[in-house]
Nanobody, 125 residues
Framework: QEQLVESGGGSVQAGGSLSLSCAAS????????MGWFRQAPGKEREFVAG????????YYADSVKGRSTISRDNAKKTVYLQMNSLKPEDTAVYSC??????????????????WGQGTQVTVSS
């Protein structure tokens, strides 16, 4: 069983930046594709960014491409999401997720096996 714990959320003004972290507890972290998802009030959870197990391939939703960077440190068992030029529409609960099976991160929620509890990001105008 893998436990994921997010941190780094908070409140910022539009145009600001936040760096989210997701720390894993298990030994197999370096074999997992990882993803960041978000869910805004009244909306469905959506894919934000994904990274393969080695950290060499990254993927982004169009809504955050060019403003966000996903990265990972397998030695620290942590995946990061750096978000810049934040907009009010980025306001959501951000969750990280781990996929045990696929080599590349999926944009599909159902592909992921483990989820963190989420961290709130609030962007004010």
């Amino acid at each position: 069983q893998e436990q994921l714990v997010e941190s780094g959320g908070g409140s910022v003004q539009a145009g600001g930046s936040l760096s989210l972290s997701c720390a894993a507890s298990g030994r197999a972290f370096s074999t997992y594709a990882m993803g960041w998802f978000r869910q805004a009030p009244g909306k469905e959870r959506e894919f934000v960014a994904g990274i393969d197990a080695s950290g060499s391939r990254t993927y982004y939703a169009d809504s955050v491409k060019g403003r966000s960077t996903i990265s990972r440190d397998n030695a620290k068992k942590t995946v990061y999401l750096q978000m810049n030029s934040l907009k009010p529409e980025d306001t959501a609960v951000y969750s990280c997720a781990a996929d045990r099976h696929l080599l590349l991160p999926s944009r599909s929620i159902s592909a992921y096996d483990y989820w963190g509890q989420g961290t709130q990001v609030t962007v004010s105008s």
